[in-house]
């Protein structure tokens, strides 16, 4: 069973960075694709960043002017994902969960929806004070 941890979470301020990581256990994280969402207590969950089992190609949200901020990458040798997250506002401020794809080819279709992901981690909290 393919179980996912996050971890890099916390308290910044506006402006700030972080670095969220994502361990992928119980399978290789080279045959996953692999994503980011967040999710606040008022919003769905919603689509931040993918990039393929190979890292070869990354997607990011358009909605939340996530791009230009956040970079994914993966570093499959560490069976690890990660999410840099640069120069935070205050409404970057939600739980952050981690997901991973078998890889197949309709992912290409639903992969900024909860539905293109088979697995979840349980988030990392991030927090962004002014």
């Known amino acids: 069973q393919v179980q996912l941890a996050e971890s890099g979470g916390g308290w910044v301020q506006v402006g700030d960075s972080l670095k969220l990581s994502c361990t992928v256990s119980g399978g290789s994280a080279s045959t996953y694709n692999m994503g980011w969402f967040r999710q606040t207590t008022w919003k769905e969950r919603e689509f931040v960043a993918a990039i393929t089992a190979s890292g070869g190609r990354t997607y990011y949200s358009n909605a939340n002017s996530v791009k230009g901020r956040f970079t994914i990458t993966r570093d499959n040798a560490k069976n690890t994902v990660y999410l840099q997250l640069d120069n935070l506002r205050l409404d970057d401020a939600a739980a952050y969960y981690c997901?991973?794809?078998?890889?197949?080819?309709?992912?290409?279709?639903?992969?900024?929806?909860?539905?293109?992901?088979?697995?979840w981690g349980q988030g990392t909290q991030v927090t962004v004070s002014s």
């Open positions: 997901a991973a794809a078998i890889r197949r080819s309709d992912w290409y279709s639903y992969y900024r929806e909860t539905r293109g992901w088979d697995y």
